[in-house]
C-alpha cells in the first residue's frame, strides 16, 4: 500500500539531545512537509521541500534541521536549540507543491517528550 | 496576511442528525484551495474533501459536504447522518498556488472537536 511512514511512535529525548524523527513516503510525491501540533492547537509548518537537495523554512523553523537527499525521505532532527519540543510531528507529502488543488497526505505522526 | 478562523472549539451532535462546522478564510490570492481535514484521538490526519477557489458547484464526498460561500470567504463542513465514529477533531486548511512569493503550504485553522451522541 502507498503512504507515508513516520518513526518512531514515541521519542523522548534528554536535555541537550539531538533527536531524528523520520519521514519515508512510497507515493512518489515530490513535495514534503513537516508540521508541529501543540496539544488543542492546528498545524503550523516547520520545513518543507519542493524537490530533492532543496528544502525552506517554514514559520517555525528555528531549532530544526532538516535534508532531503532521496525523494522518498524527509528527516527531521530536533535539536538541542529547540527548547520546547514537546509536541506532535506530522509529516506529510503533496504531488506537487505549486498546485493549490492537490491535497497534502499525512503520516500517523510522532509524539516527542522531554525527558 | 493569509487566515483560517474556526469559531467553534466543540460541537455536539446527535447520532444519524446532521451537523455544520464553520470555516472563514482570509486571502488576497484570486487562486486557492480549502481543505477539510478529520483527526481522530489517534492522530493521524484524514484529508475529506477539497474545494478549489473556481469551482462553480459545492463539493461532496460520501457524506461530506462543503458549503461554499465565495463572496463571504467561507467554507463550511456539513456532515449528514452522523456516526459515532465521526466524533474527532476537524480542521479547516487553504492552500494558495505557488508563486508571486506564496509557498504553497496549508495554513490551518485552530479546528473544532466533534462529538458524537449515541
Known amino acids: 500500500d502507498g503512504g507515508i511512514t513516520q518513526s518512531p511512535k514515541y521519542l523522548f529525548r534528554k536535555e541537550g539531545q539531538n533527536v531524528t524523527l523520520s519521514c519515508e513516503q512510497n507515493?512518489?510525491?515530490?513535495?514534503m512537509y513537516w508540521y508541529r501540533q501543540d496539544p488543542g492547537q492546528g498545524l503550523r509548518l516547520i520545513y518543507y521541500?519542493?524537490?530533492?537537495?532543496?528544502?525552506q523554512k517554514g514559520d517555525i523553523a528555528e531549532g530544526y534541521s532538516v535534508s532531503r537527499e532521496k525523494k522518498e525521505s524527509f528527516p527531521l532532527t530536533v535539536t538541542s536549540a529547540q527548547k520546547n519540543p514537546t509536541a506532535f510531528y506530522l509529516c506529510?507529502?503533496?504531488?506537487?507543491?505549486?498546485?493549490?488543488?492537490?491535497?497534502?497526505?499525512f503520516g500517523d505522526g510522532t509524539r516527542l517528550s522531554i525527558l | 496576511a493569509q487566515k483560517i478562523t474556526q469559531t467553534q472549539p466543540g460541537m455536539f451532535v446527535q447520532e444519524k442528525e446532521a451537523v455544520t462546522l464553520d470555516c472563514t478564510y482570509d486571502?488576497?490570492?484570486?487562486?486557492?484551495?480549502l481543505f477539510w481535514y478529520k483527526q481522530p484521538s489517534s492522530g493521524e490526519m484524514i484529508f475529506l474533501i477539497y474545494?478549489?477557489?473556481?469551482?462553480?458547484q459545492n463539493a461532496t464526498e460520501g457524506r461530506y459536504s462543503l458549503n461554499f460561500q465565495k463572496a463571504r470567504k467561507s467554507a463550511n463542513l456539513v456532515i449528514s447522518a452522523s456516526q459515532l465514529g465521526d466524533s474527532a477533531m476537524y480542521f479547516c486548511?487553504?492552500?494558495?498556488?505557488f508563486g508571486g512569493g506564496n509557498t504553497g503550504k496549508l495554513i490551518f485553522g485552530q479546528g473544532t472537536t466533534l462529538q458524537v451522541k449515541p
Open positions: 506529510a507529502s503533496s504531488i506537487r507543491s505549486t498546485d493549490s488543488n492537490q491535497p497534502q497526505h
Open positions: 507515493l512518489n510525491h515530490d513535495a
Open positions: 521541500s519542493q524537490i530533492v537537495n532543496d528544502f
Open positions: 486571502t488576497s490570492d484570486p487562486s486557492y484551495g
Open positions: 474545494q478549489g477557489s473556481y469551482d462553480q
Open positions: 486548511a487553504m492552500r494558495e498556488a
